[in-house]
């Protein structure tokens, strides 16, 4: 009975674990603290009833210059991610937008992303960003002020946002293609 009951707990223990690892980061302050699955969003799954007005902030590039999202992103969709070069999905979320960046049109789409990893020195962020072949704008999150209005709880954190400003899909990790097809929808939405 008891070597049942030594098994029983060693199983959950080891699930938990595995959960742990494999799973998304929760963000709490500047810091991870917990762990949550990663879960793909099948892109028919977002809530319409949660569509509001984009939160604007302003915030510094890789190269040190200030960026207004609302300017950056004024009459197309953007694609918006919040990350950081620790979180493992966010390593496969820049995969992804590897894959679809060379399908959208700059002058309708862009990808913009938000790198939460403030104690990652700026050069480590350059090279993972021409190492991943990534050329959206990147900026940093100071003291996590933009993930803050967003509501930003984990990592990554995407956000699909209409040409009239409107977010008008969130979710974790998604691949390209499903990611496009939200695109073309958001491409179809006007308040």
């Not at 190269?63 to 950081?84: D, P, W």
């Not at 790198?115 to 990652?120: F, H, I, K, L, P």
Request: include cysteine; glycine fraction near 8%; aromatic fraction near 6%.
């Amino acid at each position: 009975m008891k070597s049942t009951q030594a098994i029983v707990i060693a199983v959950v223990v080891v699930l938990g674990v595995a959960a742990l690892v494999i799973g998304g980061i929760k963000m709490q302050g500047n810091g991870a603290e917990a762990a949550r699955p990663a879960a793909e969003t099948s892109g028919d799954d977002h809530d319409h009833s949660a569509v509001h007005t984009a939160p604007d902030f302003t915030l510094k590039t890789l190269g040190g210059e200030e960026v207004t999202f609302s300017e950056a992103r004024k009459g197309k969709v953007a694609i918006l991610k919040f990350g950081a070069l620790w979180c493992g999905w966010c390593q496969k979320q820049a995969e992804e937008f590897a894959k679809l960046q060379p399908k959208l049109d700059p002058e309708k789409t862009i990808i913009f992303e938000v790198s939460v990893s403030n104690d990652e020195p700026v050069e480590k962020v350059r090279e993972h960003a021409k190492k991943k072949g990534l050329v959206h704008t990147i900026v940093r999150d100071e003291n996590d002020k933009a993930a803050s209005k967003y509501g930003v709880e984990f990592l990554p954190t995407l956000f699909v946002i209409s040409p009239d400003g409107h977010v008008v899909w969130k979710g974790a990790y998604t691949e390209a293609e499903k990611l496009a097809k939200i695109v073309e929808q958001a491409h179809a939405h006007q308040h």
